[in-house]
């Protein structure tokens, strides 16, 4: 609160604060009763502002002016959208039955809704739920247009159905496949060439993901939100159009909208693309076993995919175009390529691909693949799948963004504020469907829930898209959060910035014969003041997600390397290497990994 406000008479103080503010507490900084209400509000997650009577000269005549005005004379005095609610008591009271939350979103407007959510992916189910809880009236839209061959899926989005979820449980099946192998060293008696069958792993997944679509809609059901699988399409800025797969027309209003339709996977424009070739939508739930497979694209989906179709015992190609992982550490990147080399995955780099034709019928059946080469030359092979990862559209085309005057980036993307508001002001977007934001499944949650809570619940947060930790999970997993190197020495100069690094040997991998020298991590330092920020953290090796997902809070709090090395280490794990690391890259020493 500016200290001019404070100068104003009591009564104008209290009057201010209650209309500007759509929660006010009227509290006392040591008063027990004060800190319960708060508690309250904030395990609600609804946001609150407070004036602390105590702590000011002229408390006690505010006091009386709010006495005055309420006819209660203790704290906390809280009010609601104007409304006197009263003391510690009555907002106990309100919030066991449920109250509290009806009395912040009063209807005030007639809409059929408070709040259409288009898209029930990660995104957009976060945003609903959360909206529903603050008390909006809700209702999703939700509809998979089917992949060129037919693949189609149930509520819940990319992330669900074919994304993270059954990415993650090919990973795997492929890791399993690798300790079978292992386990032979440790006593185990496996056979010398483990069999997999792909449908048995591809019905496991579906079954799970079919339970999650399930879930999804009993949560939504439970929530009392209205849940349409139709295909939404804007009519005006109120009004949207939806049509169900039967053709069933159905016309909604609502106060706000949010656009979280996520992306679909790119083809190249070459011939036999869509005919023949496939994308991420489609693998994970292949009727059959893919068999020699070639991956076109060199990012996440891509390396990932060739990680466990590798793993799970086929013969692998990835085509490159120009650099592994765009965007990535570069020097963490083209290590993951040379581990994947060695494990057996082969590379064809810098080079696209120009037509895809069927030689043979059947299931996978046999393409024949011509490619050409940066240099100009051309390359021929016949693969049974051909896998296109080439990046993601947003899924906007049919959504009748021209009808409102939505404004589109030059990525095709929309453009948001920071408060995730398009140019239309009752129109949202979270998730991929934003430009410059993080193609991620926390971050479209986070981004939703943040917003939902903005619009219904008071809130002030906005989403933070600095130091996000994100995975590669390749065969062997890739962590990190904050800069890259380059990223670092370009933005704060190479003088000002340090690597500390060491590869080291997963206790795992002794007994089992692994190679000594895959593993590896790196903090990159900003040396500033006497001290040593870490601005870049990155690991490869064992259980990647876990290991960043947990240091990259001390990102987010701006730790030094001595805090790292502060740290005591947990013995005998993967994460303790970044508590003793002691070489920098500028002292030229040897990282060679020299056992336990
Ligand atoms: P989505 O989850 O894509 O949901 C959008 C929904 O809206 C879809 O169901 C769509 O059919 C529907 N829709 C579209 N248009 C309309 C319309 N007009 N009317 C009604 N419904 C409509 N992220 C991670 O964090 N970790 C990972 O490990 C990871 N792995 C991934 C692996 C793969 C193969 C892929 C493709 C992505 C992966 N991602 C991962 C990214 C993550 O899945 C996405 O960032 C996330 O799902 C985006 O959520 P969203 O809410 O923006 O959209
Ligand atoms: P990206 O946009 O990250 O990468 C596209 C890749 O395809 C690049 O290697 C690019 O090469 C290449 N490419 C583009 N066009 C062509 C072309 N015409 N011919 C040949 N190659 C081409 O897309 P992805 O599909 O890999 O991933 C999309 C997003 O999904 C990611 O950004 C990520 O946020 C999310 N995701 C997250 C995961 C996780 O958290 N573990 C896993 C999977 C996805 P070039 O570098 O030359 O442009």
């Known amino acids: 609160m500016p200290p001019t406000f404070l100068q104003k008479s009591p009564q104008e103080i209290v009057e201010r604060c209650i209309s500007e503010n759509k929660v006010f507490i009227f509290s006392k900084s040591f008063c027990p009763f004060c800190f319960k209400v708060k508690a309250i509000f904030r395990s609600e997650r609804i946001g609150f502002d407070a004036l602390e009577l105590d702590l000011i000269e002229n408390g006690a005549e505010i006091q009386e002016a709010l006495f005055a005005k309420s006819g209660q004379k203790t704290v906390p005095n809280v009010y609601i959208n104007g409304e006197h609610v009263g003391g510690s008591d009555k907002v106990q009271e309100l919030h066991s039955k449920g109250e509290l939350i009806t009395l912040l979103n009063p209807k005030t407007h007639s809409y059929d809704y408070d709040y259409i959510v288009i898209g029930g992916g990660s995104g957009g189910l976060a945003s609903s739920k959360e909206a529903a809880r603050l008390g909006a009236k809700v209702a999703v839209c939700d509809f998979v247009k089917p992949t060129p061959i037919g693949t189609t899926w149930g509520l819940g989005g990319t992330c669900v159905n074919v994304g993270c979820i059954p990415k993650k449980l090919m990973h795997q099946a492929a890791i399993l496949g690798h300790d079978l192998k292992d386990s032979r060293e440790f006593g185990w008696s496996t056979p010398e060439k483990p069999e997999h069958n792909w449908n048995t792993m591809v019905e496991g997944i579906q079954n799970h993901i079919g339970s999650l679509n399930w879930g999804y809609r009993v949560a939504l059901r439970d929530k009392k939100i209205d849940y349409l699988n139709a295909f939404a399409t804007f009519v005006d800025e109120h009004t949207i159009k939806t049509v169900d797969k039967k053709g069933k027309e159905k016309t909604l209003t609502s106060n706000n909208f949010l656009i979280a339709v996520g992306g679909r996977p790119r083809y190249p424009d070459i011939p036999g693309a869509k005919e023949f070739g496939i994308t991420s939508d489609d693998i994970f739930s292949l009727p059959y076993s893919p068999g020699k497979t070639l991956l076109v694209g060199a990012s996440y989906i891509s390396l990932e995919c060739a990680g466990f179709l590798h793993g799970l015992g086929y013969d692998v190609t990835v085509m490159v175009r120009s650099i592994l992982l765009r965007g990535f550490d570069r020097q963490m990147s083209e290590k993951i390529g040379e581990i994947m080399e060695q494990m057996g995955v082969k590379f064809l780099r810098e080079t696209i691909p120009t037509s895809v034709e069927r030689i043979e019928e059947g299931q996978p059946g046999k393409l024949k693949v011509t490619a050409k080469t940066r240099s100009g030359g051309q390359v021929v092979d016949e693969y049974n799948t051909v896998v296109f990862a080439i990046g993601r559209d947003p899924f906007i085309s049919e959504l009748g963004l021209e009808n409102i005057g939505v404004q589109l980036a030059k990525s095709g993307k929309i453009v948001v504020d920071k408060r995730e508001v398009s140019s239309v002001s009752n129109v949202y977007a979270v998730g991929d469907v934003i430009d410059g934001g993080l193609e991620l499944t926390p971050v479209a949650i986070q981004a939703g829930k943040l917003l939902a809570r903005r619009l219904y619940g008071n809130g002030k947060e ?82 990647a997600g876990e290991v960043t997902q947990g240091f990259s809070i001390a990102l987010k709090l701006n730790a030094t390397k001595s805090d790292f090395d502060n740290l005591v280490g947990i013995h005998p794990t993967c994460a303790e290497v970044f508590t003793t690391l002691t070489i920098t890259k500028r002292s030229g020493k040897d990282v060679a990994s020299q056992g336990c």
């Open 462 to 543: 906005l989403m933070d898209y600095v130091n996000v930790p994100t995975t590669v999970f390749t065969a062997i997993e890739y962590g990190c959060c904050g800069l890259s190197e380059e990223a670092a020495v370009e933005k704060f100069g190479e003088a000002n910035i340090d690597v500390y690094h060491s590869n080291f040997w997963p206790l795992e991998f002794t007994v089992a014969h692994r190679p000594e020298n895959d593993c590896y991590a790196k903090l990159v330092v900003l040396r500033k003041e006497g001290e040593e920020f870490v601005i870049g953290f990155h690991y490869l090796g064992p259980n």
